[in-house]
């Protein structure tokens, strides 16, 4: 069974004032969001509600128009997804976005820069949940 997340934990990922815009629609208005090391959130919200702009833009996808990005106390450019998996941050996109054929863990190995075997990445995968 895994630990519950330390409360004490300073934030691995801080967002700070976050605004993204497009023309005629602000996707993201002051959002400010901390989630230390070991917490799940979960982004609720109606469609066009900005939840999947904000996903994009922590990881790189697209560029905030304002606020900061913070990791691990220190702030950050996510320029690219491949600059948000250097820090850690992946991302397996909505469900008509993956792979029918292809498992849960297939369909995440296709976002890793690197080659990892399936059991090391099986590994990897129950350590985090």
């Known amino acids: ?7 004490t934990a300073s934030s691995r990922l801080a ?3 976050v605004s993204k815009s497009f023309p005629g629609v602000k996707a993201n208005q002051d959002i400010s969001l901390s989630v230390r090391p070991g917490e799940i959130h979960a982004l609720l ?12 833009i922590i990881y790189g ?5 304002e606020g900061e990005i913070s990791f691990d106390g220190k702030p950050v450019e996510i320029a690219s997804p491949k600059a948000a998996r250097r820090l850690g941050i992946g991302m397996v996109f909505q469900h008509f976005s993956l792979f029918d054929g292809m498992t849960v863990l297939e369909n995440i190995a296709l976002g890793l820069d690197e080659t990892v075997p399936a059991e090391e990445l099986k590994t990897r995968i129950k350590a985090i949940l």
């Open 1 to 7: 069974m895994t630990q519950p997340p330390d409360q």
């Open 45 to 56: 919200g109606e469609n066009g509600a900005g939840k999947s702009t904000l996903v994009k």
């Open 61 to 65: 996808v697209q560029r905030a128009d």
């Open 15 to 17: 967002l700070a004032h």
